[in-house]
């Protein structure tokens, strides 16, 4: 429950991935081995994402078709990363996530 609210706030205060706190605690603080920790992340971001589009909606801040615009193409994009995900070695997947958030710190640190 404390890396959800920790991962909800700094969604919420930063506009990051939740996939981008999740993960990283899951595997550091809950010992999840990471595949799982990927799979648990996006059902918890399934959830934010649902919560936070009818908090939106409700404040009429939702604009429907450019949401349709980048949630389709970004579900068959979850779709693809999970069956790419399934076939590549988990050391890769660790050493690729990890790239990731070293080039999102650096691109914000440089931006």
């Known amino acids: 429950m404390l890396i959800g609210l920790v991962a909800g706030f700094f969604s919420a205060l930063f506009g990051v991935g939740g996939g981008i706190v999740i993960v990283p605690l899951l595997v550091l603080l809950a010992s999840f081995e990471l595949r799982p920790a990927a799979a648990t992340s ?7 994402a649902t919560v936070g589009a009818v908090t939106y909606a409700f404040h009429g801040d939702v604009e429907p078709l450019y949401a349709a615009l980048v949630g389709v193409p970004a579900a068959g994009g979850a779709i693809a990363g999970a069956s790419v995900q399934q076939r590549v070695p988990v050391r890769t997947l660790s050493f690729l996530f990890a790239a990731l ?4 710190a650096v691109r914000l640190l440089v931006t």
């Open 42 to 48: 996006l059902a918890a971001i399934g959830i934010t």
């Open 101 to 104: 958030l070293i080039g999102i």
